[in-house]
């Protein structure tokens, strides 16, 4: 399968409906459901590790990078990856589940690795740092929390303290765009576009795979690794 890197580029996104099949799409929502909690946000707005499914508002699975489904699920995303990044350019550094639970209010706009540390905050080089490539396992849409993002983002300067206390909360809202998507749907998102996860109003779990790519470099993946380790 092809994604237009041209139109990622430029606006920060691209979209593929019907990525996967339904027997694919059963496998990865059973594997989310049987997968412990890795860390996640409560009903109390505290963050938290380790907790039961139905405490949490948001969560994120434990790793399953390396579980055979993910591995085939992996290989059908692998040239999408290599358009974005070029032949032998990057590595899979995670693959897990994010869920947000039926009545969660939560929102955070926020960038990704490694785009959410100073040294590359506002790194607008060609070379794509950070790609992530999410699969919808429930319907994404408003209603129910389908993930949005904000179209060119990626190219003007956001500060991070700025997203945290949520001083472009209004335009990301008035400006961002849901990826509105059927179960097997995939998104993909350059790491520096600002994001969220939206308010799920809906009576039943709005479930993610998220795949995160890296851009290979050894000095960049070693300064990485070092700011990483002394968090």
């Known amino acids: 399968m092809q994604i237009d890197?041209?139109?990622?580029?430029?606006?920060?996104?691209?979209?593929?409906?019907?990525?996967?099949?339904?027997?694919?799409?059963?496998?990865?929502q059973n594997l989310c459901d049987a997968t412990p909690v890795a860390m996640g946000e409560t009903w109390n707005n505290e963050y938290k590790p380790n907790l039961p499914f139905n405490e949490y508002m948001?969560?994120?699975?434990?790793?399953?990078?390396?579980?055979?489904?993910?591995?085939?699920?992996k290989q059908k995303i692998l040239p999408m990856a290599t358009q974005c990044f070029g032949e032998g350019n990057f590595e899979q550094v995670g693959g897990d589940f994010k869920v947000t639970?039926?009545?969660?209010?939560?929102?955070?706009?926020?960038?990704?690795?490694?785009y959410r540390h100073d040294r590359w905050a506002n790194d607008?080089?060609?070379?794509?740092?950070?790609?992530?490539?999410?699969?919808?396992?429930?319907?994404?849409?408003?209603?129910?929390?389908?993930?949005?993002?904000?179209?060119?983002?990626?190219k003007k300067i956001y500060h991070k303290e700025?997203?945290?206390?949520?001083?472009?909360?209004?335009?990301?809202?008035?400006d961002g765009i849901t990826m509105e998507l059927e179960p097997g749907g995939l998104f993909c998102y350059?790491?520096?576009?600002?994001?969220?996860?939206?308010?799920?109003?809906?009576?039943?779990?709005?479930?993610?795979?998220?795949?995160?790519?890296?851009?290979?470099d050894p000095a960049f993946r070693q300064e990485l690794t070092d700011i990483e380790s002394n968090l």
């Open 58 to 73: 948001h969560w994120w699975s434990q790793t399953v990078k390396d579980h055979p489904v993910t591995i085939s699920i």
């Open 162 to 174: 700025d997203m945290d206390a949520g001083r472009h909360n209004d335009e990301f809202l008035r």
């Open 101 to 114: 639970n039926a009545g969660s209010q939560y929102m955070y706009c926020h960038f990704d690795t490694p």
């Open 5 to 28: 890197t041209d139109y990622i580029k430029t606006n920060g996104y691209a979209v593929l409906p019907n990525f996967l099949n339904a027997e694919e799409v059963t496998a990865l």
């Open 124 to 154: 607008f080089s060609d070379d794509i740092k950070g790609m992530q490539f999410g699969i919808a396992l429930d319907k994404f849409d408003n209603e129910s929390g389908g993930t949005r993002v904000l179209p060119g983002s990626h």
């Open 190 to 216: 350059h790491s520096r576009t600002m994001h969220s996860t939206m308010p799920n109003n809906t009576d039943k779990p709005r479930r993610l795979m998220l795949i995160l790519h890296l851009w290979n």
